[in-house]
């Protein structure tokens, strides 16, 4: 039975005394029962006075305190006692909060049971950086829902030791997301080794891996530990896992499940405890079916799957991140820059970013450094994002701008025709990134007219430019 | 199939991330297989739990309160989560038997009624 607790005002039930409150507030008999909570309570835990009265204190508030019930016991048999915990809300929040509890005292000696207020400390927490997920993103910036639901899965990703895979196009940000698992991970203390699966020849990615003894092979002269041994104890990052080689790939999976491996040249098995997370920019599957992938090993790398989302589809961070990106070059170069126009910043917004949050940051580095003044205008902007933006705008500033036509008064920014080409070059090069033949062709000119004008410009390395003499 | 509850003696745990005792039932369809088993856990972790429940091939979760980041980490792997279930753990897992627990369910046994 659950105790009665009478308004101290007739005609006005308790209930209507408690909602007044504005704070969460429980009344609990002697058993520590459900006898009242108000309408703040049950907006916050989803349950009505109806559904929980007569139920057991602790199930109802879903708090970190409870104890099994000790708490709010002593407190019965004590006096009034604060305590700081969390709750867990109807909307799946673990929100901070302070539990006073006071006994209410009945008409004997013995309390008849307890009154609990439940004070939000979330402004409080969140006001002193103490906020659970704040180290959550490192650097990893994003606000759209998309992302959102990346930083959530990081530290669960984190607390497992399964294998991960990432995916997503180039430029997302999978390595950030691969350091901020092994960051948040018990392996954080050790190593973290990143190594680009595509960037290597096959025998030399085979050694990078798994080391190599003395006398191995010609050249080795002596012993070599592999990028296996050692990330021991910690994680090893494989960027660019769907450019390994076949036979490679064999030799990986084999380390995965057995946890060891001969290194090359070697008699002795070598065990590594390494947790293994890899990423790759190629539909996985697809290779699979192609034959350019194994089956089994895209099965053991794929146990958590993370795919990070193009910048196309994080409508919302495109702003932010120009932000960011502006506020952080202009800072590192001691530039004046303070803004973008409302031009410049809409020929941004209406760019795809193919190259995603690599290529938003190139841009924003590329308008800092080349901005005479404090704005950023539509003519500071790369050509190249004329060119590709022109066969969809309508509007005319969209159009590719010659700069023949449309030269930047000198006097106001400072630019001459030669600052104007090497501007040209370089972006056009951007756009087809560093091939030079086919930028001497969108540039109509010869390769030959097109290097003269690099070294012309600096734009070549000093080693370059004497290969090049002395071939000349 | 298998089902998990966290449990805290009779009842369902008030907290997934507060829970040191979970039960684990399998069935084929409304049936029990066998006996539900009890694991006692060595410490409270949610991450932990929720590793468990992973590699247990676990297929619904029945919990009290659970933070959203695990809650979208089981539906991402799959995995039923009804949560926000008060009352006793073996009226809770009869209705989930028979299709008829819901999150947010307050059961009968929870008042005593049970």
Known sequence: MTAEFPSPFPGLALVALLDAIPHGVAVVDRECKIVAINQTLEALTGVTLAEVRGVYVDFVLRSNIARRGRTFREALAGDP???EGDIVSRDRRKIPMRFTISPLQGSADEPAGLVIVLDDLSDVVNSAGLGATEDVADSIIGQSPKMREVFELIPLMA???????????????KDKVAEAIHKRSSRAAKPFIKINCGALPESLLESELFGYVKGAFTGAVKDKPGMFRLAQGGTLFLTEIGDMPLPLQVKLLSVLDDREFFPLGGEKKVQVDVRIIAATHRPLKERVAEGLFREDLYYRLNVLHLHL???????TDTRFLINHFLRTFAERTGSSVKSFSDEALRLLMD???????RELRNIVEYCVNICQTRQIEAGDLPKYLFARLAPTAAAPVAEPVPPEQAPPPP?????????IEKELIVGTLTQTRGNRSKAAALLGWGRTTLWRKLKTHGLVGPAEAGIENEAG | MKILLTVQDNSIAPRFDQATEIMIAEHDGPRL????RTIILPHRSAEELSDLIVKEGVECVIC???????HKFFTWK???VIDGVIGDHAEALDRCLAGELQPGTVLPSAQGKG
């Open chain 1, 411 to 419: 006097r106001e920014t400072g630019r001459d025709w030669l600052s």
């Open chain 2, 78 to 80: 799959k995995i039923t």
């Open chain 2, 64 to 70: 009290g309160g659970i933070e959203e980041s695990f």
């Open chain 2, 33 to 36: 297989n066998a006996e539900p």
């Open chain 1, 81 to 83: 006692l604060t305590v």
């Open chain 1, 351 to 357: 760019y795809a970013f193919p190259g995603n949050i």
């Open chain 1, 159 to 173: 607390h497992t030791e399964a294998s991960v895979l990432i995916t997503g196009e180039t430029g997302t940000g």
């Open chain 1, 309 to 315: 989302p193009p910048l196309r589809e994080r409508e």
